[in-house]
Protein backbone atom coordinates (compact mmCIF):
# COMPACT_ATOMS: atom_id res chain seq x y z
CA UNK A 1 0.00 0.00 0.00
CA UNK A 2 1.28 3.42 -1.19
CA UNK A 3 2.60 5.70 1.84
CA UNK A 4 2.19 2.49 4.47
CA UNK A 5 6.01 2.50 4.67
CA UNK A 6 6.96 5.45 6.74
CA UNK A 7 5.95 8.85 8.07
CA UNK A 8 2.41 9.67 9.12
CA UNK A 9 0.26 7.66 6.76
CA UNK A 10 0.24 4.03 8.39
CA UNK A 11 -0.88 5.92 11.56
CA UNK A 12 -3.28 7.44 9.77
CA UNK A 13 -4.78 4.58 7.85
CA UNK A 14 -5.43 2.71 11.08
CA UNK A 15 -7.16 5.06 12.31
CA UNK A 16 -9.53 6.06 9.95
CA UNK A 17 -9.99 2.20 9.61
CA UNK A 18 -10.58 2.25 13.58
CA UNK A 19 -13.51 4.83 13.00
CA UNK A 20 -14.93 2.68 9.87
CA UNK A 21 -15.25 -0.42 12.38
CA UNK A 22 -16.19 1.70 15.28
CA UNK A 23 -19.85 3.06 13.15
CA UNK A 24 -20.13 -0.34 12.12
CA UNK A 25 -20.28 -1.76 15.23
CA UNK A 26 -24.30 -2.41 16.91
CA UNK A 27 -26.44 0.81 17.99
CA UNK A 28 -28.18 1.60 20.84
CA UNK A 29 -31.58 1.17 19.06
CA UNK A 30 -30.79 -2.19 17.61
CA UNK A 31 -29.99 -3.41 21.14
CA UNK A 32 -33.45 -2.09 22.27
CA UNK A 33 -35.57 -4.07 19.13
CA UNK A 34 -33.11 -7.16 20.30
CA UNK A 35 -34.79 -7.00 24.16
CA UNK A 36 -37.91 -7.96 22.88
CA UNK A 37 -37.11 -10.51 20.04
CA UNK A 38 -36.67 -14.63 21.34
CA UNK A 39 -33.20 -16.06 21.03
CA UNK A 40 -33.72 -17.33 17.12
CA UNK A 41 -34.58 -14.18 16.15
CA UNK A 42 -31.96 -12.47 18.14
CA UNK A 43 -28.92 -15.13 16.22
CA UNK A 44 -31.21 -14.20 12.78
CA UNK A 45 -30.56 -10.44 13.63
CA UNK A 46 -26.55 -10.85 14.53
CA UNK A 47 -26.31 -13.24 11.14
CA UNK A 48 -27.16 -9.91 9.43
CA UNK A 49 -24.16 -8.03 11.27
CA UNK A 50 -20.07 -8.94 11.34
CA UNK A 51 -20.83 -12.16 12.76
CA UNK A 52 -22.20 -13.41 9.59
CA UNK A 53 -19.15 -16.07 8.37
CA UNK A 54 -18.74 -17.08 11.82
CA UNK A 55 -22.43 -18.04 12.65
CA UNK A 56 -22.68 -19.58 9.28
CA UNK A 57 -19.42 -21.80 9.83
CA UNK A 58 -20.60 -23.20 13.57
CA UNK A 59 -24.38 -23.01 12.99
CA UNK A 60 -23.69 -27.09 11.96
CA UNK A 61 -21.81 -27.84 15.46
CA UNK A 62 -24.14 -25.75 17.77
CA UNK A 63 -27.23 -24.42 18.13
CA UNK A 64 -29.01 -21.69 20.29
CA UNK A 65 -27.15 -19.60 22.97
CA UNK A 66 -23.95 -22.01 22.37
CA UNK A 67 -24.03 -20.66 18.59
CA UNK A 68 -23.81 -17.15 19.41
CA UNK A 69 -21.62 -17.54 22.29
CA UNK A 70 -18.82 -19.25 20.33
CA UNK A 71 -19.59 -17.44 17.30
CA UNK A 72 -19.32 -13.70 18.85
CA UNK A 73 -16.06 -14.86 20.73
CA UNK A 74 -14.16 -16.39 17.85
CA UNK A 75 -15.11 -13.09 15.70
CA UNK A 76 -13.71 -10.53 18.15
CA UNK A 77 -10.19 -12.71 18.82
CA UNK A 78 -10.16 -12.85 14.88
CA UNK A 79 -10.81 -9.09 14.74
CA UNK A 80 -8.41 -8.18 17.32
CA UNK A 81 -5.60 -10.33 15.58
CA UNK A 82 -6.64 -8.43 12.16
CA UNK A 83 -6.72 -5.21 14.19
CA UNK A 84 -2.60 -6.16 15.19
CA UNK A 85 -1.73 -6.76 11.68
CA UNK A 86 -2.99 -3.85 10.60
CA UNK A 87 -1.26 -1.32 13.47
CA UNK A 88 2.26 0.15 12.57
CA UNK A 89 5.01 1.17 15.14
CA UNK A 90 4.51 1.66 18.46
CA UNK A 91 0.92 1.98 18.17
CA UNK A 92 1.35 -1.85 17.83
CA UNK A 93 3.95 -2.42 20.43
CA UNK A 94 0.97 -0.54 22.96
CA UNK A 95 -1.91 -2.88 21.65
CA UNK A 96 0.07 -6.13 22.12
CA UNK A 97 0.75 -5.18 25.38
CA UNK A 98 -3.46 -4.02 25.89
CA UNK A 99 -4.39 -7.17 24.57
CA UNK A 100 -2.71 -9.39 26.73
CA UNK A 101 -5.49 -8.71 29.54
CA UNK A 102 -7.22 -11.53 27.35
CA UNK A 103 -4.26 -14.07 28.43
CA UNK A 104 -5.36 -13.45 32.32
CA UNK A 105 -9.07 -14.24 31.47
CA UNK A 106 -8.56 -16.86 29.22
CA UNK A 107 -5.87 -18.73 31.69
CA UNK A 108 -8.25 -17.91 34.78
CA UNK A 109 -10.89 -19.76 33.03
CA UNK A 110 -9.06 -22.45 31.92
CA UNK A 111 -7.90 -22.70 35.61
CA UNK A 112 -11.63 -23.10 36.79
CA UNK A 113 -12.53 -25.16 34.74
CA UNK A 114 -9.79 -28.14 35.36
CA UNK A 115 -10.13 -27.69 38.79
CA UNK A 116 -14.38 -28.22 38.29
CA UNK A 117 -13.63 -30.99 36.07
CA UNK A 118 -15.58 -29.10 32.97
CA UNK A 119 -15.07 -30.82 29.42
CA UNK A 120 -12.19 -29.00 27.77
CA UNK A 121 -14.45 -28.86 24.60
CA UNK A 122 -16.72 -26.39 27.18
CA UNK A 123 -14.16 -24.93 28.18
CA UNK A 124 -12.51 -24.15 24.82
CA UNK A 125 -16.34 -22.60 23.67
CA UNK A 126 -15.52 -19.47 25.98
CA UNK A 127 -11.96 -18.49 25.46
CA UNK A 128 -10.95 -15.62 23.60
CA UNK A 129 -7.60 -16.11 22.22
CA UNK A 130 -6.92 -12.72 21.04
CA UNK A 131 -3.88 -12.03 23.47
CA UNK A 132 -0.40 -13.33 23.08
CA UNK A 133 -1.81 -17.25 23.71
CA UNK A 134 -3.05 -18.16 19.95
CA UNK A 135 -5.59 -20.51 19.64
CA UNK A 136 -2.50 -23.09 19.58
CA UNK A 137 -1.12 -22.41 22.89
CA UNK A 138 -4.18 -22.57 24.68
CA UNK A 139 -5.41 -26.17 22.63
CA UNK A 140 -2.38 -27.38 24.38
CA UNK A 141 -3.08 -25.92 27.55
CA UNK A 142 -6.31 -27.48 27.33
CA UNK A 143 -4.74 -30.97 26.52
CA UNK A 144 -2.90 -31.22 30.00
CA UNK A 145 -4.68 -32.92 32.38
CA UNK A 146 -3.97 -31.19 35.66
CA UNK A 147 -4.10 -27.41 36.72
CA UNK A 148 -0.48 -27.49 38.31
CA UNK A 149 0.53 -28.90 34.53
CA UNK A 150 -1.59 -26.45 33.13
CA UNK A 151 0.49 -23.88 34.95
CA UNK A 152 3.53 -25.39 34.91
CA UNK A 153 3.59 -24.94 31.07
CA UNK A 154 3.36 -21.14 31.58
CA UNK A 155 6.84 -21.43 32.48
CA UNK A 156 8.97 -18.61 30.44
CA UNK A 157 5.46 -16.16 30.09
CA UNK A 158 5.25 -13.27 31.81
CA UNK A 159 2.05 -14.15 34.10
CA UNK A 160 3.96 -17.45 35.46
CA UNK A 161 5.81 -15.74 38.37
CA UNK A 162 2.19 -14.70 39.87
CA UNK A 163 1.17 -17.89 39.11
CA UNK A 164 3.35 -20.07 40.51
CA UNK A 165 3.49 -17.93 43.95
CA UNK A 166 -0.31 -17.96 43.84
CA UNK A 167 -2.50 -20.64 42.35
CA UNK A 168 -1.56 -23.20 45.22
CA UNK A 169 -3.13 -20.95 48.04
CA UNK A 170 -5.83 -20.66 45.36
CA UNK A 171 -6.46 -24.21 44.40
CA UNK A 172 -6.64 -25.17 48.16
CA UNK A 173 -8.96 -21.86 49.41
CA UNK A 174 -11.31 -22.55 46.13
CA UNK A 175 -10.92 -18.59 45.15
CA UNK A 176 -9.35 -17.21 42.77
CA UNK A 177 -9.71 -13.57 43.60
CA UNK A 178 -6.76 -12.74 45.05
CA UNK A 179 -4.66 -14.65 42.03
CA UNK A 180 -6.55 -12.63 39.59
CA UNK A 181 -5.99 -9.48 41.31
CA UNK A 182 -2.52 -10.28 41.62
CA UNK A 183 -2.62 -10.86 38.13
CA UNK A 184 -4.18 -8.00 36.67
CA UNK A 185 -1.51 -5.43 39.39
CA UNK A 186 1.54 -6.97 36.93
CA UNK A 187 -0.40 -6.25 33.79
CA UNK A 188 -1.07 -2.89 35.02
CA UNK A 189 2.68 -2.22 36.08
CA UNK A 190 3.35 -3.58 33.10
CA UNK A 191 1.84 -1.17 30.78
CA UNK A 192 2.98 1.72 33.05
CA UNK A 193 6.60 0.59 32.66
CA UNK A 194 6.15 0.68 28.74
CA UNK A 195 4.51 3.87 28.12
CA UNK A 196 6.88 5.55 30.83
CA UNK A 197 10.07 4.28 29.06
CA UNK A 198 10.52 6.76 27.15
CA UNK A 199 8.56 5.24 23.72
CA UNK A 200 7.03 7.62 21.45
CA UNK A 201 3.53 8.08 22.14
CA UNK A 202 4.13 6.53 25.79
CA UNK A 203 1.90 9.24 27.26
CA UNK A 204 -1.31 9.26 25.43
CA UNK A 205 -1.29 5.43 25.91
CA UNK A 206 -0.31 6.17 30.04
CA UNK A 207 -3.75 8.67 29.95
CA UNK A 208 -5.55 6.02 28.86
CA UNK A 209 -4.22 3.20 31.27
CA UNK A 210 -4.61 5.61 33.87
CA UNK A 211 -8.21 6.12 33.06
CA UNK A 212 -8.72 2.55 33.82
CA UNK A 213 -6.98 2.17 36.39
CA UNK A 214 -9.41 4.72 37.97
CA UNK A 215 -12.76 3.11 37.25
CA UNK A 216 -11.60 -0.40 38.33
CA UNK A 217 -10.72 1.08 41.62
CA UNK A 218 -13.67 3.09 42.14
CA UNK A 219 -16.08 -0.30 41.10
CA UNK A 220 -13.87 -2.43 43.08
CA UNK A 221 -14.70 0.76 46.74
CA UNK A 222 -18.49 0.15 45.39
CA UNK A 223 -18.35 -3.63 45.48
CA UNK A 224 -16.56 -3.68 49.21
CA UNK A 225 -19.21 -1.32 49.80
CA UNK A 226 -21.85 -3.79 49.12
CA UNK A 227 -19.96 -7.11 49.77
CA UNK A 228 -20.26 -8.67 53.60
CA UNK A 229 -16.78 -10.30 52.88
CA UNK A 230 -14.24 -8.85 55.32
CA UNK A 231 -11.25 -8.26 52.74
CA UNK A 232 -7.99 -6.47 52.81
CA UNK A 233 -8.48 -3.23 50.79
CA UNK A 234 -4.70 -3.58 49.88
CA UNK A 235 -4.64 -6.56 47.85
CA UNK A 236 -8.43 -4.81 45.71
CA UNK A 237 -6.19 -2.00 44.70
CA UNK A 238 -4.30 -1.61 41.33
CA UNK A 239 -1.51 1.38 41.44
CA UNK A 240 -0.83 4.11 38.79
CA UNK A 241 -4.10 5.74 39.04
CA UNK A 242 -5.09 9.47 41.28
CA UNK A 243 -5.75 7.23 44.41
CA UNK A 244 -2.78 6.60 46.92
CA UNK A 245 -2.86 3.13 48.55
CA UNK A 246 -3.79 5.22 51.69
CA UNK A 247 -7.18 7.09 50.49
CA UNK A 248 -7.92 3.84 48.76
CA UNK A 249 -8.28 2.59 52.20
CA UNK A 250 -9.60 6.06 54.03
CA UNK A 251 -12.30 6.01 51.41
CA UNK A 252 -13.42 1.90 51.75
CA UNK A 253 -13.53 2.70 55.63
CA UNK A 254 -16.55 5.85 55.16
CA UNK A 255 -19.71 4.09 55.57
CA UNK A 256 -22.52 6.78 54.86
CA UNK A 257 -22.55 6.62 51.01
CA UNK A 258 -23.46 10.64 50.54
CA UNK A 259 -20.10 11.15 52.38
CA UNK A 260 -18.38 8.12 50.59
CA UNK A 261 -18.95 9.90 47.12
CA UNK A 262 -18.41 13.54 48.19
CA UNK A 263 -14.70 12.45 49.53
CA UNK A 264 -14.20 10.12 46.07
CA UNK A 265 -15.81 13.55 43.85
CA UNK A 266 -12.23 15.33 45.74
CA UNK A 267 -10.39 13.26 44.45
CA UNK A 268 -11.40 12.40 40.46
CA UNK A 269 -10.79 14.92 37.85
CA UNK A 270 -13.04 12.92 34.42
CA UNK A 271 -15.58 15.60 34.30
CA UNK A 272 -18.25 12.43 32.91
CA UNK A 273 -17.05 10.83 36.34
CA UNK A 274 -18.04 13.67 38.68
CA UNK A 275 -21.35 14.25 36.93
CA UNK A 276 -22.05 10.29 37.34
CA UNK A 277 -21.04 10.43 41.54
CA UNK A 278 -23.21 13.24 41.83
CA UNK A 279 -26.21 11.32 40.58
CA UNK A 280 -25.40 8.51 42.96
CA UNK A 281 -26.00 10.56 45.98
CA UNK A 282 -28.58 8.41 48.07
CA UNK A 283 -27.95 4.66 46.76
CA UNK A 284 -27.59 2.72 44.25
CA UNK A 285 -27.32 -1.29 42.81
CA UNK A 286 -23.98 -1.87 42.54
CA UNK A 287 -24.63 -3.67 39.36
CA UNK A 288 -26.55 -0.50 38.04
CA UNK A 289 -23.24 1.54 39.49
CA UNK A 290 -20.79 -0.85 37.59
CA UNK A 291 -22.52 -0.68 34.21
CA UNK A 292 -22.63 3.48 34.76
CA UNK A 293 -19.06 3.62 35.37
CA UNK A 294 -18.40 1.54 32.23
CA UNK A 295 -20.26 3.98 30.44
CA UNK A 296 -18.62 7.24 31.94
CA UNK A 297 -15.18 5.26 31.04
CA UNK A 298 -16.32 4.45 27.29
CA UNK A 299 -17.33 8.43 27.10
CA UNK A 300 -14.13 9.74 28.37
CA UNK A 301 -12.27 7.43 26.06
CA UNK A 302 -14.19 9.08 22.98
CA UNK A 303 -12.98 12.15 23.99
CA UNK A 304 -9.88 11.10 24.28
CA UNK A 305 -9.80 9.66 20.97
CA UNK A 306 -11.40 12.95 19.83
CA UNK A 307 -8.85 14.68 20.99
CA UNK A 308 -5.73 12.64 19.33
CA UNK A 309 -7.53 11.64 16.41
CA UNK A 310 -4.05 9.43 15.06
CA UNK A 311 -2.82 8.17 18.24
CA UNK A 312 -3.20 4.96 19.94
CA UNK A 313 -6.75 5.90 21.50
CA UNK A 314 -8.87 5.15 18.05
CA UNK A 315 -7.84 1.92 18.40
CA UNK A 316 -7.86 0.88 22.05
CA UNK A 317 -11.57 3.04 21.89
CA UNK A 318 -12.69 0.22 19.08
CA UNK A 319 -11.08 -2.47 20.98
CA UNK A 320 -13.28 -1.97 23.98
CA UNK A 321 -16.39 -0.82 22.41
CA UNK A 322 -16.10 -4.28 20.67
CA UNK A 323 -15.72 -5.96 23.77
CA UNK A 324 -18.61 -4.53 24.83
CA UNK A 325 -20.84 -5.08 22.31
CA UNK A 326 -19.71 -8.80 22.53
CA UNK A 327 -20.41 -8.58 26.25
CA UNK A 328 -24.14 -7.37 25.59
CA UNK A 329 -24.99 -9.84 22.77
CA UNK A 330 -23.64 -12.25 25.34
CA UNK A 331 -25.88 -11.16 28.12
CA UNK A 332 -28.82 -10.40 25.24
CA UNK A 333 -28.41 -14.35 24.89
CA UNK A 334 -28.33 -15.61 28.13
CA UNK A 335 -30.78 -13.20 29.38
CA UNK A 336 -33.14 -14.74 26.66
CA UNK A 337 -31.85 -18.55 27.33
CA UNK A 338 -32.97 -17.81 30.87
CA UNK A 339 -36.81 -16.26 29.99
CA UNK A 340 -35.85 -12.97 32.05
CA UNK A 341 -37.79 -10.31 31.43
CA UNK A 342 -36.59 -7.66 28.75
CA UNK A 343 -36.64 -4.85 31.22
CA UNK A 344 -33.79 -6.95 33.22
CA UNK A 345 -31.90 -7.89 30.25
CA UNK A 346 -31.54 -4.39 29.42
CA UNK A 347 -29.71 -3.85 33.28
CA UNK A 348 -27.01 -5.83 32.06
CA UNK A 349 -26.35 -3.90 28.80
CA UNK A 350 -23.63 -1.41 27.90
CA UNK A 351 -24.97 0.87 26.35
Known amino acids: MVGMTGGPAPYIYVCTRMRVRKAKLIQRDEYQRMLNMSLTEITRVIEETAYKQEIDELATSFKGIDLIEVAISW ?28 DIQNILTILRGRLQGAK ?15 RVDL ?28 FPA ?20 DMIAEAESGIKGGNLFLSFIRLDIDIKNVKTLFRLRADDIEEDPREMYIAGGVLAP ?50 VQLDQMERMSKRNPFSVHPILVYLEKKKYEVFNLRALARGKASKLAPERIS ?4 I
Request: charged content about 35%; cysteine-free; hydrophobic content about 40%.
Open 75 to 102: NMAKEFQKILEITPGHLKQFTRLYLRRW
Open 139 to 166: DRLLGEESAERIVEMLRGHRMYPVLARE
Open 246 to 295: DEFVRLNTIKEQDEFVDALKTRVHHKSLLVFLEELKGAGKVRDIEVGLTR
Open 347 to 350: EYLV
Open 120 to 134: SGKIKEILIPAGSLD
Open 170 to 189: AKESGSFSRLENELYKQFYA
